[in-house]
Nanobody, 116 residues
Framework: HVQLVESGGGSVQAGESLRLSCVAS???????MGWFRQAPGKGREGVAA????????WYAGSVKGRFTISQDSARNTVYLEMNSLKLEDTAVYYCVGGPSPDRSDYWGRGTQVTVS
């Protein structure tokens, strides 16, 4: 079993930045890591993803150019740098991991991001 623990959420004003972190308890079966979010009253949506081997990344159109996903392999950690935050970025952000891009086997508990 893999545990994912997020941190770094908080409350900021529009235009400001936040960095989320996600630490994986092990690298087993988490070659692909990413972030989903869920805004109040809405469904979950994929935000960004990274393939650990190779470093390929993917972004949702709504965050492309503002958010950056990266990894620190030595620390089993994935980051989401969020710049130029907008009101519509307000959501609970979940770290997700799986062996391939179509698998979301492991989920963190989520961290709240509020933009006002």
């Amino acid at each position: 079993h893999v545990q994912l623990v997020e941190s770094g959420g908080g409350s900021v004003q529009a235009g400001e930045s936040l960095r989320l972190s996600c630490v994986a308890s092990r690298t087993y079966s988490t070659n692909c890591m990413g972030w989903f979010r869920q805004a109040p009253g809405k469904g979950r949506e994929g935000v960004a993803a990274i393939r650990r081997s190779g470093g390929e990344t993917w972004y949702a159109g709504s965050v492309k150019g503002r958010f950056t996903i990266s990894q620190d392999s030595a620390r089993n950690t994935v980051y989401l740098e969020m710049n130029s935050l907008k009101l519509e970025d307000t959501a609970v952000y979940y770290c997700v991991g799986g062996p391939s891009p179509d698998r979301s086997d492991y989920w963190g508990r989520g961290t709240q991001v509020t933009v006002s």
